[in-house]
């Protein structure tokens, strides 16, 4: 079917910067959208940035100005540049595609998760 890996989640000092990375793989016709959530123990999964097929993007306030959202379409792949890290960022941060494949309409799929912990 449709398989979603992230990678590119570690330890990292708060200030510095991390670059994570979703290929999409499978039977896919279309990708619609794909965007980044990340969940920290006891707290609700929450967006932190989506990019449509059409280059459009919307960011969490708290991310704002500080985590870029890119996509290389050829790649069915999208990163997510994280620059002046907080100890706020620590979280998983998981990977989700919205795919339309041969069997039907849109679906969502997801990925395993990354792991981005932000400490001195």
């Known amino acids: 079917q449709v398989q979603i890996v992230e990678s590119g989640g570690g330890l990292v000092q708060p200030g510095g910067s991390l670059r994570l990375s979703c290929a999409a793989s499978?039977?896919?016709?279309?990708?619609?959208?794909m965007g980044w959530y990340r969940q920290a123990p006891g707290k609700q999964r929450d967006l932190v940035a989506r990019?449509?097929?059409?280059?459009?993007?919307n960011y969490a306030g708290s991310v704002k100005g500080r985590f870029t959202i890119s996509r290389d379409s050829a790649k069915n792949t999208v990163y997510l540049q994280m620059n002046s890290l907080k100890p706020e960022d620590t979280a998983v941060y998981s990977c989700?595609?919205?795919?339309?494949?041969?069997?039907?309409?849109?679906?969502?799929?997801w990925g395993q998760g990354t792991q981005v912990t932000v400490s001195s």
């Open positions: 989700y595609a919205d795919v339309t494949t041969p069997s039907g309409p849109t679906q969502g799929y």
């Open positions: 499978g039977n896919i016709l279309t990708i619609y959208a």
């Open positions: 990019i449509t097929s059409g280059g459009s993007t």
